[in-house]
């Protein structure tokens, strides 16, 4: 971290211990009283920023964006962001708008430069909201996306089908409720990592999704690692860093 | 039931009414105490008479198979047998005996006589005891029994390569732990009913088997219905059942 | 499966390698996409299709709906249908609906050709949307069903005066909430195989259907699997395959 | 309470406030540090003194009985005592021992002045430690007890030929483990209260009990309340108290 | 039961055998479908008959409440009845209704002819719909009641003040959300049994009432037993039960 | 207490015995049915009287502010009250009211006189809420607040940049949802005691909070204890008390 | 922190930039490579160090005391530390140990410097070990600790007859397992905060103590937060940082 | 797959149908009756064979070896093997072992080929062993490893200090029971992907891991995914996998 070279400028002169203090506090976020923003985060941790939608209201989310704008971030992702929250900030900003995945998307997509394409997996038809919030977050950070829906494991040929696609795929993404069987099925077809996403489908005592979380977990497959259920954001994210892979010694 | 007759026989005037009613109560069962004996269930139920060996003392059980020697019952399995209340046994009665499975069998295995073939699969090595279990009460209760263990979700391979043998059970009986896809895949590749067993095989989140009878519950394949947690016997039992099924009209 | 077939058919030179892949990957489902359709499981698995209606649009199940006719496929079950849903997909199939069993039935029943009657017992009066779930999909398989509801185990001499009709069943549906005592009762009764089906019928420490589920699964009868709370569908999915049995030699 | 008392006894000058204060504070127990006795319980809750074993030392459990015996206590029941503690305090205290209940009794079983009797039933042979507890318990406090044992409700028939018996009860007194079925059941079939208690007998999806449990409590049958696992000890005394209900005006 | 009767009546000729068999599976329940009525609980269970209201639709009440009414039933109370079911069967039905409670009662209260007093405590203000559930339960099944609430143990001095009423009742009810402590304290200071019912008053960590439930499980008080979270009827009618208790020689 | 002075008021002759019982159970709360209020608690406990609104109707709130107002209490907080309740109240009561924290406020906040400040963390923007409640009650119980907000752990330096104020506070109050780390670093980088509200912020596997309350309960930091999920009540109260800390010898 | 002294050497040219650093890193802790000792925390926190026997090998803690003996370290508490642990550290160090609440001492016990007295309270005999732990911790930290055990809940008379010292202790810690109401209580009748311990005393329902936690999590007194079940030490760590509250303006 | 050559084969003339059938069926593995050895994924998935030790008699890990042996498997990593079992094995091979971690090594450490470093942090001290098990299966599958252990975040500083080596790290393993904090500070603090490894270490409510498989599940850092409870081998297999990661186009 900078931490050296503000060091420097105070051994330089440049700056007083007290100017160096403030530095350190002052820089890193712009301070909104019930928000902090990582304005730097983009050079620090590569990627766009991302205002997480739930808990947040209009105002606040329309705040963020704000301070975001004057601090010239132009690409976007709000996450579970409702419609009723969507009209509203729609009115100041230019805000694409997903209903299916409840994104929010400022800006364009960035031209893929990952290593190779990310695959998002679905067991059911239901699982695909989640899937899709995987995908366009995967997007939106600069990644190519390839999407095969519904393919569970209780028609296994549907799944094989694409075995050329699940051996090539640089990472995958399996979004699974219910048994959550899909993750383990697609590790042991497929060489490279697997983020698997529970999701929330299913009733009784799939108890939303917890039994599919709890499977994957245990999955008798070794290049399987898992997120929070329904956590789409949090697996095109991942699988993103892991597409983003660089030499470093 | 009897209830019919032993009606018509107080209405014939070959019974009173109140040795009705002591034989409705006396005739089902043997009563020694801390155990009463249906020493009728085999020809209610169409089974041999099965000890639950957990929890009861070795004297109990042999206060049992006495009580059943008396009654000419020849064919007896005990289920969760420790090997001390084994030994302890096979000084009184002429008794084989499954380490592995935990079972103690008394009599001959019988002539099969049911519509297939019962296939054991097992999801890894681990869970053989547990599909032993359930494959010898198959076989003690008139079944012809083929085994398949290791070919967990994780291997595909392994398991399609099976492919003729799935295809033409009857009942599978699929014993898995962990996460217990082994259920779903086998459920989606047969047509015929599949009895899942979840072990308790796994650690940390795999809650003794809990995980993987929750996954089972929740197949996406819909002909799977699901016994206890390394509940061998249970599944043995009624896949045998199963296989039994006869014309009624 | 067919896939020795279609080896023999490369073997005798009638189709390429290529063609070959082409076809294992193409034959078995139809894709549109958000689902991939098993047109052929009818013959695989012996039954009509079937779409779990929850958690899909009213537009992705007519898409469904649509590649299923032009597949030739005429007798389609909907589970857990809306009537919100149902009332769309009416404007253009000629479906027939059960709002209490939230069941879509396009095409008419088949004749019963199981082995014998499908008895759906309830523990209560609450039950019965389940049980229904479960009788008609049974019925829309090909089997013949006896309903008798709320006879649950707090009144012991209800359920007993049925006794006839239980022990001459091929197969016992036990759909009871609360306690779920019912399907241990049954089982001890019945000779044939119990199908359970806990219910989210109950309140306070009935958790949705987890305390039944729990307590079928410990059921101290061994002629007892489980299947998912409120299931209903896979319940008579499990309970018509047991009823079509056959010889497999 | 005698607070009443006391108060008039400082208004009648015979005490003064102090020693009122002191006669509140000193008088309903006796202190040995590790443990407060309620000397005087005997009289304010109308029965005999108990000691919970578990997690005492022996050497505890000689200085509560050194104490009671100082205080005229002739008659103490100590629970869930391991046969290393009992063989330690029988060098000094003369103590009947159960091992399968886990029982010390110190002096005799009083003759029975309750009501009626309390009927004791098990759904097996492993229930009966616990059952034991629940049975010597009430007879410590003074009630006849009927144990009809391993009448589970897999097997009705054994159940119901005890039909007189559970009708003629005072309070029954329902221990099962697995399901927990038999306390619905004995519920439905008797008019008085029965005190159900589940046992941690069953294993996989049993939870040490916790099915029983929430089953019991989910009995479809209205007249059963419940204890925790295990606790024969509690349901023999609350069965106790209400087969000594008094006319209260 | 009767089947002594009748089978005397068949040793007699009164009764040939089928109308035996007729007479014990018609007699004690009218089928009307989706219910079983107990039109004879009223003699065997000493209580008039409880709907519950729950899961029913206002025409099954109606129903019953007809095929009730045709086998002379005038006292029918109505648990968990919503004010718009309340508001359907009242157009047909002369029902008083307690909305804070849900209960719709039919005819009038009989007068108490129990043992002594229920008194019925609540820890909380917010506890009083299910502790007015067990008080009017109480009343109506011939009990007076006696009602203290808000009376929480993290105010002790305010249970205190009724120390006199709660050593002189004969059951107490005690209903408590949060840490369900009540039922431990007024243990304690009381000599009758304690009946505890678990209310779902609380958030976060009280889980809808397991926490109290499992609380009161724990109880130090050995005079306690438990009912399912808000069963203010249950209670009610297991306290009915212990304060008609009587002499069963 | 003064249980010591009534008795010597009964020594004095100033007191009858009956007087004196009389006045230990009429004094300390004020029975208006539905409650019992603690109109000495002021005293007692030192602090102003709070309304828990949840489960109350409104009627039965204004009903305690009246018997309060009559005792003479001029401050009191209501908690978790909703708009709708609010609305009703503030027709007759002059209540200010914070919609962000369900809040509303009788009377003016009190001069600090706290030894120190109480330090309100929260995690993200949405835990703002359970912060204002928490820090609204330290306020109206005399202390002064200040307020810090996102300063979540997944950025360290938004934190980190507030260390003197963190190292400066008397009592820290840390909210958060999700994985509630923020306790754990906030204790370690603290002297003073910390309070750690888990908020139901998050999704999934956050199980409304219990996952935050379990993580912040195995906080590897000493200087943590914990209060129910979304209590910022209870935090601001025990913080307070806290702050009020005298010298009792 | 010392960050600002050590930029100010750096202004000053006491110190180079990368002087700086590298005493920013290498300053708070020793490392022995399994642990890194905070040799500076006594300074930081204002106690002595702890050392979590549990998980560490005998030689770790050996290790880890020399590392402490090096810097001067004279007071030392091993937590959770085994008798064979203890044995092998005690031939190496003058260790003193409590067998009963598990604890290694090093060095003499401090005269007590807080503002008031702690009170250690248990609800049973067998929550003696975990009470020891939480008060020879708080003494070891410079508290006076006063000792009140078995003064559960069901014998409110006992807890009450120590009202004075309740109502005078300036922290009480109450420790309990089974229901844990004994926090309720306390913290309803004593002014000051209350750290409540569950205990992993009880067994089936008390889930290793986690009934009680949640019962503590859900005390309707306000001033009750919690630790970690059996986290004597926890709980004296924190009573002892509020019984050392100052002023700080 | 190769199933494309194997067509082209049989196109060929090279193989005929049933030749090719067996090829498929034969050719990935070797069946040893209780085990099925993927003689292949050395190839396929790029890694040496792992045996997972656990319920594995010593004798079942021989013949496993010795198949492996046969097909030439030189570098075998055995994990979860007990000291017991290790003594059986290494009678007939040359293993390493270490006893800490419970792994069995046959072969040399091949040499680092990965993109970068890949870091081990622990919270703990009694984390080790789970993070061994992590970084030796790392260097057995070709990566250079850095451990770090005993940063807990309750004593940021320590984290910090390392500061450098986190930011410089291409795939972060952090392992941490208790309260799993861990994860999300290492998730902020650095760029790279973090495997979370939540582990056994802790009490109470710690519920063996499930508190810190929770937490981290429920990580405010988003590139954070997560392995089971101690599964340090997972997480070193699938840091090696995306230390691993290569440009797929």
Redesign the interface.
């Known amino acids: 971290?900078d931490?050296?070279e503000i060091?420097?400028s105070?051994?330089n002169g440049t700056l007083?211990?007290e100017e160096?203090?403030l530095k350190?506090?002052?820089q890193?976020?712009v301070d909104i009283?019930?928000?902090?923003l990582?304005t730097q985060?983009k050079l620090?941790?590569?990627v766009s920023e991302?205002i997480?939608g739930?808990?947040?209201t209009p105002e606040?989310i329309l705040g963020i964006l704000n301070a975001m704008a004057e601090n010239g971030q132009k690409r976007v992702l709000i996450t579970?962001l409702s419609k009723e929250k969507y009209d509203r900030i729609a009115e100041e900003f230019e805000l694409r708008y997903s209903e299916e995945a409840r994104l929010g998307i400022l800006g364009s997509k960035p031209a893929p430069d990952g290593?190779?394409?990310i695959l998002v997996l679905t067991?059911?038809?239901?699982d695909?909201p989640v899937a899709e919030e995987a995908a366009v977050t995967a997007e939106m950070l600069g990644n190519e996306v390839v999407r095969i829906?519904?393919?569970?494991?209780?028609?296994?040929?549907?799944l094989?089908?694409y075995?050329d696609t699940i051996?090539?795929?640089?990472v995958i993404i399996a979004v699974a409720g219910?048994?959550?069987?899909l993750a383990?099925?697609a590790?042991?077809?497929a060489?490279?990592?697997v983020?698997a996403v529970?999701t929330?489908?299913?009733?009784?005592?799939?108890?939303?999704?917890?039994?599919?979380?709890?499977?994957?977990?245990?999955?008798?497959?070794?290049?399987?690692?898992?997120?929070?259920?329904?956590?789409g954001?949090?697996?095109g994210?991942?699988a993103s860093?892991?597409?983003h892979?660089?030499?470093?010694?």
């Open positions: 971290m931490i050296k060091l420097r105070v051994e007083t211990a160096a203090l350190i506090k002052m890193p976020f009283g019930y928000a902090k990582d985060r620090r941790q590569g991302i997480y739930e808990g947040k606040q579970r290593l190779g394409k067991g059911g038809t239901s695909i829906y519904d393919v569970g494991v209780a028609g296994l040929h549907r094989l089908s075995l051996m090539n795929a640089s219910m048994e959550g069987a383990s099925v590790g042991g077809l060489d490279c990592p983020i529970p929330s489908v299913g009733y009784g005592s799939s108890f939303g999704g917890m039994t599919a979380l709890l499977a994957m977990m245990n999955s008798c497959a070794s290049n399987v690692s898992v997120v929070n259920i329904d956590n954001f949090g697996a994210f991942q860093r892991i597409n892979m660089e030499i470093k010694k």
